[in-house]
T-cell receptor, first 116, second 114 residues
Framework: DQQVKQNSPSLSVQEGRISILNCDYTNSMFDYFLWYKKYPAEGPTFLISISSIKDKNEDGRFTVFLNKSAKHLSLHIVPSQPGDSAVYFCAASANAGGTSYGKLTFGQGTILTVHP | GAGVSQTPSNKVTEKGKYVELRCDPISGHTALYWYRQSLGQGPEFLIYFQGTGAADDSGLPNDRFFAVRPEGSVSTLKIQRTERGDSAVYLC????????????FGQGTRLTVV
C-alpha cells in the first residue's frame, strides 16, 4: 500500500512558466511533509518542507501548499529554469508520540523537464 | 569531507554472497538513516539510528539485513546471502538530532546482485 503517491511520472514545462508537482497521501498520522530534488547519481537534496499546522510555505521560487482535508500537497516552482530539471520526491513523516521524525515515507517521484 | 559519504559507490556481487555498505555521516549529526531505492520508486526506509542505537528498524525487510553504528558515527549496512531482489541503490542520510525531516543524503551505493 503506497501511503504517499505521486501520480504523474513526468512533467514537461517551458522555461519561465510555472511547474506544479502534486502529491497525495493516505495516512492521516502524517504531520510533516517535505520535497526533495534528485539529480542522476546523486542523493536527494532537501528543498522545502511544511508542517501540518500550515497550509503554505514559501522559499524563493518554491512554494509548497498543503490541503489536509484532501490529503494533498503540491510544489509550485515559479519561474521554472532548465536547472530545475530533476526528479522530485515528496515525503511525509509522522511525529509518533514526539519521539522523532526519523522515518520518511516517499512517493515514487516525478521527473521534471524544463525546456529552454 | 563536508557531506555524507558512502562507499563503495558501486558493488556487484554474486547471489548468495555477503556484502557490507559503509556510510560516513556529517560530523556532529547524531541521527543516521538507511534507505533503499529500487528502480522507478522512491526511497524506502530501512533503519534509523539515534547515536549508537537503532531507534527504528521496522523497515529492514528480513533477518538477512543488519546495520550497526558502534561508535555513533560511521554505520555499516550488512546483507547476508544476497538475492537478486536486493539489487537497488542504498542511500544513507544524517541529520541533527530532532531534525530528521531535513536529513542530508549521500550519493548512494548501487548494489547489483548477479
Amino acid at each position: 500500500d503506497q501511503q504517499v503517491k505521486q501520480n504523474s511520472p513526468s512533467l514537461s514545462v517551458q522555461e519561465g512558466r510555472i511547474s506544479i508537482l502534486n502529491c497525495d497521501y493516505t495516512n492521516s498520522m502524517f504531520d510533516y511533509f517535505l520535497w526533495y530534488k534528485k539529480y542522476p547519481a546523486e542523493g536527494p537534496t532537501f528543498l522545502i518542507s511544511i508542517s501540518s499546522i500550515k497550509d503554505k510555505n514559501e522559499d524563493g521560487r518554491f512554494t509548497v501548499f498543503l490541503n489536509k482535508s484532501a490529503k494533498h500537497l503540491s510544489l509550485h516552482i515559479v519561474p521554472s529554469q532548465p536547472g530545475d530539471s530533476a526528479v522530485y520526491f515528496c515525503a511525509a513523516s509522522a511525529n509518533a508520540g514526539g519521539t522523532s521524525y526519523g522515518k520518511l515515507t516517499f512517493g515514487q517521484g516525478t521527473i521534471l523537464t524544463v525546456h529552454p | 569531507g563536508a557531506g555524507v559519504s558512502q562507499t563503495p559507490s558501486n558493488k556487484v556481487t554474486e547471489k548468495g554472497k555477503y556484502v557490507e555498505l559503509r556510510c560516513d555521516p556529517i560530523s556532529g549529526h547524531t541521527a543516521l538513516y538507511w534507505y533503499r531505492q529500487s528502480l522507478g520508486q522512491g526511497p524506502e526506509f530501512l533503519i534509523y539510528f539515534q547515536g549508537t542505537g537503532a531507534a527504528d528498524d521496522s523497515g529492514l525487510p528480513n533477518d538477512r539485513f543488519f546495520a550497526v553504528r558502534p561508535e555513533g558515527s560511521v554505520s555499516t549496512l550488512k546483507i547476508q546471502r544476497t538475492e537478486r531482489g536486493d539489487s537497488a541503490v542504498y542511500l544513507c542520510a544524517s541529520s541533527l538530532r530532532g531534525r530528521a525531516g531535513e536529513a542530508f543524503f549521500g550519493q548512494g551505493t548501487r548494489l547489483t546482485v548477479v
